[in-house]
């Protein structure tokens, strides 16, 4: 079976300071690979997609990047954090829809970011 | 602005009472999907439609895709305090890949 796993569940870090969050997939090859940030009770922001290796679309102009180092491996990154990059941030992988249908996506257990 | 546009936004009613929640867009798209959340999880799909006038079941929930396959409704019968939670539309135009979710409606189900 398939398992996302995504850490860490909590960081509180200063403005300016850097991030790495992680994303690593089991069970699967080959997923289309998503980041997203909610703001508190509030819709998902898509912020990069990965169709495979090395293949990073960004879709917000921000301070943050993303790379695919490895097929099930997806990691966010920011030099300098501001204030605004506070949220939850959410993994999560699907297989490449078939004939423009939507597959599901498994959600990661989600990083709660606060920046101070 | 959004791609998709959920209203309402926020809806708190009784126990046993019918809603319906929106899924709008000026785009068409090949299949929308339909996902809850919890606070502190990941939302967790409920259903995808991809024929235009489908209507699909999941219990209580009804789901409807327009016939121009540019919005979509959510229809719950006799709503349990177990159905709150976050409704989240998505769906792709286009490009297949980049999935886009809408804002929400945060349902509360008072007993």
Redesign the interface.
């Known amino acids: 079976s398939q398992t996302i796993h995504q850490w860490p569940a909590t960081l509180v870090q200063p403005v300016g300071s850097p991030l790495s969050l992680e994303c690593t997939v089991e069970g699967t090859s080959n997923p289309?690979l998503?980041w997203?940030r909610q703001a508190a009770?509030?819709?998902?922001?898509?912020l990069f997609?990965s169709?495979g290796i090395g293949q990073i679309?960004s879709?917000v102009p921000q301070n943050l990047s993303a790379s695919r180092p490895q097929d099930r491996q997806f990691i966010l990154s920011s030099k300098k954090l501001l204030l605004s990059d506070s949220g939850f941030y959410?993994c999560?992988w699907?297989q490449?829809?078939i004939?423009?249908?939507?597959n599901?996506?498994?959600?990661?257990?989600?990083t709660?970011l606060t920046v101070l | 602005t959004?791609l998709l546009e959920?209203s309402p936004q926020f809806l708190s009613i009784q126990e046993g009472e019918n809603l319906t929640v929106y899924c709008n867009s000026s785009s068409v798209f090949?299949?929308l999907?339909w996902?809850r959340q919890e606070?502190?999880?990941?939302?967790?799909?409920l259903v995808?439609v991809?024929t235009g006038g489908e209507v699909k079941k999941l219990k209580r929930l009804t789901f409807q895709f327009g016939d121009a396959r540019k919005d979509s409704s959510l229809h719950i019968t006799a709503a349990q305090p177990g159905d709150t939670g976050?409704y989240?539309c998505?769906?792709?135009p286009g490009g297949?890949?980049?999935?886009?979710?809408?804002?929400?409606t945060?349902l509360q189900v008072i007993p």
């Open positions: 289309n998503y997203y009770g509030r819709g998902l922001q898509l997609y169709v679309s879709e959410l999560a699907s490449p829809p004939a423009g249908v939507l599901e996506q498994f959600f990661g257990p989600g709660r | 959004q959920q090949s299949s999907q996902y606070p502190g999880e990941g939302p967790v799909l995808t991809v976050l989240l998505a769906g792709a297949y890949q980049k999935v886009t979710f809408g804002i929400g945060k």
